[in-house]
């Protein structure tokens, strides 16, 4: 059974870091495309970062381009997201998902972690 377990999340201040993990459990982590997404109250849910399994190359949407970081250690079947001078509008439920290279959808989710970013 496959198992994503967010953790990290967290109430802070603008301008603050964070760093979110996803553990990974019950699939070949290497070969799965991983993602982070946020949902906030009243809006859809959007990609935030992916990377891919084993080559690493990372997308960001524009929103978070030089302030977040995700990136994965194999080893550890964990992924994490790095999330640097927050800003109130980064403030969502944060899910990690994973998805192979030939699917079209993301078949694994976790429960979400939640990050408020205070102003």
């Known amino acids: 059974q496959v198992q994503l377990v967010e953790s990290g999340g967290a109430l802070v201040q603008a301008g603050d870091s964070l760093r979110l993990s996803c553990a990974a459990s019950g699939l070949t982590f290497s070969i799965y495309i991983m993602g982070w997404f946020r949902q906030a109250p009243g809006k859809e849910r959007e990609l935030v970062a992916h990377i891919t399994g084993s080559s690493g190359t990372t997308y960001y949407t524009d929103a978070v381009k030089g302030r977040f970081t995700i990136s994965r250690d194999n080893a550890k079947n964990t992924v994490y997201l790095q999330m640097n001078s927050l800003k109130p509008e980064d403030t969502a439920a944060y899910y990690c998902?994973?998805?192979?290279?030939?699917?079209?959808?993301?078949?694994?989710w976790g429960q979400g972690t939640q990050v408020t970013v205070s102003s």
């Open positions: 998902a994973a998805k192979l290279q030939v699917s079209r959808q993301y078949l694994h």
